[in-house]
């Protein structure tokens, strides 16, 4: 009877599981549809030519993205935004972790990153150029010196944040310091760590638009810029719509690595609510 009752409970909370991830989803899918349909009505009804209705996009966007397009112009700003964020968590956890354990080159350091993080990247565009010339390099360079302050701010407050009772006992057992980097201090920074690249997500992306709108023949930032001064709005709003993708695609990835890396601490939070 036992069993029987187990067996049934079990399929009470699958069943209940996924029907809690399909209206979630049907959920999500929601207002963008309706938004479609009012979009749609409000462009059928307007004869203004720089508000295409969707179906126009669509066809535009699969003209214009689905084909050499994609290899020419999609593919190399993916890899650049790619090596960008890359290279921003690298650098921002590295010199976030040293300069959040180490008080005196923090003091030492913090009017110099409060300076050089109130400057707007977009600015530093021209003297970048001047520098590396119109290259894949300077379009990296540019989404880093973005991408990079999130992530180091937050690595910094998290290592700062570490539990002092943690430390004493880490300290009590005399571990060595790559222990205890590795199994306190990361793992306590970790959450921050994760809101910072959460946030370089969103900058680095910005960025690689911007970079590309400078001095660049390829790109998705260059198409876009090029369908606007050329008037082609359909496929000005089909390129629009193809960044979104994209970012909803890095949210998601994101989403997926974050609830993998964060597992202990989204269990904590589970607990501390039950």
Do not use: C
Not at 7 to 22: D, E, K
Not at 46 to 60: D, H, K, Q, V, Y
Not at 132 to 140: A, Q, R
């Amino acid at each position: 009877m036992s069993a029987h009752t187990d067996r049934i409970a079990r399929r009470s909370r699958g069943g209940g599981l996924g029907r809690r991830v399909a209206a979630g989803f049907l959920y999500s899918l929601g207002l963008p549809f309706l938004l479609l349909v009012i979009w749609g009505l409000a462009s059928s009804s307007s004869t203004n030519r720089f508000f295409p209705g969707p179906l126009t996009i669509l066809e535009a966007f699969r003209e214009t993205w689905i084909g050499p397009a994609f290899v020419d112009d999609v593919l190399p700003s993916l890899y650049r935004l790619a090596l960008g964020i890359a290279a921003s968590i690298v650098i921002g956890i590295a010199a976030g972790t040293l300069i959040g354990l180490f008080r005196p080159l923090r003091e030492l350091l913090e009017p110099l990153l409060e300076f050089f993080r109130a400057i707007p990247p977009p600015v530093l565009i021209p003297v970048v150029m001047l520098l590396l010339g119109i290259t894949d390099t300077m379009k990296v360079v540019v989404i880093v010196s973005g991408a990079v302050w999130p992530i180091l701010l937050n690595t910094i407050d998290g290592v700062r944040a570490t539990d002092s009772v943690m430390s004493e006992t880490a300290d009590s057992f005399q571990i060595t310091w790559w222990e205890r980097l590795r199994f306190l201090v990361l793992p306590a920074a970790s959450p921050r760590i994760m809101t910072g690249v959460r946030q370089g997500l969103s900058v680095a992306l910005i960025l690689m638009v911007i970079s590309e709108m400078f001095a660049s023949s390829a790109g998705l930032g260059y198409r876009i810029a090029y369908f606007q001064r050329n008037y082609l709005i359909a496929e000005m709003w089909s390129g629009i719509l193809l960044l979104g993708l994209v970012g909803v695609l890095l949210a998601a990835t994101f989403g997926v690595v974050e609830r993998r890396v964060l597992r202990w601490y989204h269990g904590i939070r589970e607990v501390n609510r039950a």
